[in-house]
């Protein structure tokens, strides 16, 4: 394959791949028959979207997309149950998962009982380290031991003995994560990834399923003559949990992330307005903004501070606990990014050491903080293009976390390794993955994830390949166009956001804004200019030799979006590379 605009080692050292012959006749063929912007119809084309779906796909709808709640084994009895705990008024537990999307599924829990006149439910979250994932016994007896129904929320599917000790209180599960062979003791097991579904809602985070069985409940309660709340005002938290979760952006995903943008817009929530202004958001969320600014801040408690931190925040409906709230978990936040800093450091040491090519890349090291071996993950992941493992090792035992690329499920093959007695632990979905190990079979068991891995493809990719999905010129770049191209969002997971480059241009202004950002102003030699912004690319390769530009000419690649700023929009390239031209 030819290299993009003949790029074969970018400034980062990548070889830039362009759109395939085929997706430009799509692209153009689409163009010709919709009349839609050409940049519009490369995205589109490349998201596999016919040019006959092209303005219903740009337009999603929950009334189009929302599938039956019923379709899911268990919903019914799920929601009755629910449904009957509120009518006896009978006391409810909530064990809820400590990250984004047990936050946001206990959240909706207890939003949808508030509004319906139900006393407020107990929240358990367990501790990272001293409990760590999913139910446990103690805890588990504990709540039955006080509790009439305990629902299980983004977690509990392969939990058979925790749930096994609930004697007393009926349990209901509503999770996404891979099931087993078998069922654990419960009421219902509601999990679009229980072995006899279908997978065809197998994208659906745990927020989604809560929601789907509060819709069912929904129209329960229509049944006998009775009205539930406006369940449309609760998708900012299933928006927020689906991109932070990284649920694949398809389907009835997209317009929940679309229609939740739209509820949190209005600031109704305490809870997510409060922790937007901590944060310093001003202008209208976008999904960005979900996955890399509020759902760290959400996340943090449960990884270093309290566990329920998080969905306390988004659960409350005063104001005042918001902020107090908010403020505490930015302080986690930045303690994160502090403890972070360091694990990351000696990961990308080991793991480079270890090398870059192989199907999986993996690090593990004495101590490392269980809260951040999952972030730590995700880094190796994006310098890797491999799925990727961080470890913390403690005694004899490690607890680490994993994370995926498209296309490789890291879910089964953990899932499988703990069936085999390789994990002590092990269980996620297709994009993430926890597991524990024994420090004496850590070397054998990373071969054989790695072995599992690479017969699904992992590793055939290079991890020096840049996607490029076109052409874009300054002039051309305007405001209107973005929001035409940001239509086919929200970019995630499984609908990866659009990357243009801007060729042959020449940098007129360059300096380093804060520590580490690359601020430029370019133009195209034609008088359009383009505003650039590069996070954290000032001290590599890639900014050394745009602030030292000396007159040059470059190709700069990156993500075109808008910028708020003083109440004014306009538009500018987040760059990613760049390769000087001719």
Known sequence: MTAYLGVES????????????????????MAQTTGLPRALCQTLARLGVPAREAESYLSPTLRELLPDPRALRDMEAAAARLLRALERRERIALFADYDVDGGTSAALLIDWLRRMGASAPTLYIPDRIDEGYGPNAPAMRDLAARHDLILCVDCGTLSHEALAAATGADVVVLDHHLGGETLPP??????????????????????????????????????????????????DLVALATVADVAPLVGVNRAFVRQGLRVMAQRARPGLAALGDVARLDGPPAAYHLGFVLGPRINAGGRIG?????????????????????????????????????????????AE???????????????????????????????ANRPAVVIGLDGGEGKGSGRSVGGIDLGHAVQRLAREGLLLKGGGHRMAAGLTVARDRLEEAMAALSDLLARQGAGAGGPADLRLDGVLMPGAATVELVERIEAAGPFGAGAPAPRHVFPDCRIVFARVLGEAHLKLRADDGLGATLDVIGFGAA????????????????????????????????????????????
């Open 10 to 29: 970018s400034l980062t050292g990548r070889r830039w791949i362009g759109p395939g012959g085929e997706i430009e006749r799509q692209a153009e063929a």
């Open 186 to 235: 419960a009421l219902a097991v509601v999990n679009p990834n229980r072995q006899d579904e279908s997978g065809d809602l197998g994208h659906l985070c745990a927020a989604g399923v809560v929601f789907l069985t509060l819709v069912e409940a929904g129209r329960q309660l229509r049944a006998t003559g009775r009205a539930g709340p406006d369940l449309m005002t609760l998708l």
């Open 306 to 350: 309290q566990a329920d931190l998080g969905a306390r925040l988004l659960a409350t409906d005063d104001p005042s606990e918001a902020r107090a709230l908010a403020l505490r978990l930015e302080a986690l936040n930045e303690e994160r990014r502090t403890v972070e800093a360091e694990v990351r450091a000696a990961a990308l040491a080991q």
């Open 353 to 383: 050491a270890r090398g870059f090519d192989a199907p999986l890349v993996w690090a593990a090291g004495e101590g490392w903080h269980p809260g951040v071996v999952g972030i730590v993950a995700s880094r190796l992941k994006e310098a």
């Open 539 to 582: 001290e590599g390769p890639l900014g050394a030799a745009l602030l030292n530009h000396g007159g040059g000419r470059f190709h700069l690649a990156g993500r075109v979006e808008i910028n708020h700023w003083g109440g004014r929009q306009a538009v500018q390239l987040r760059l990613e590379d760049a390769a000087r031209a001719g």
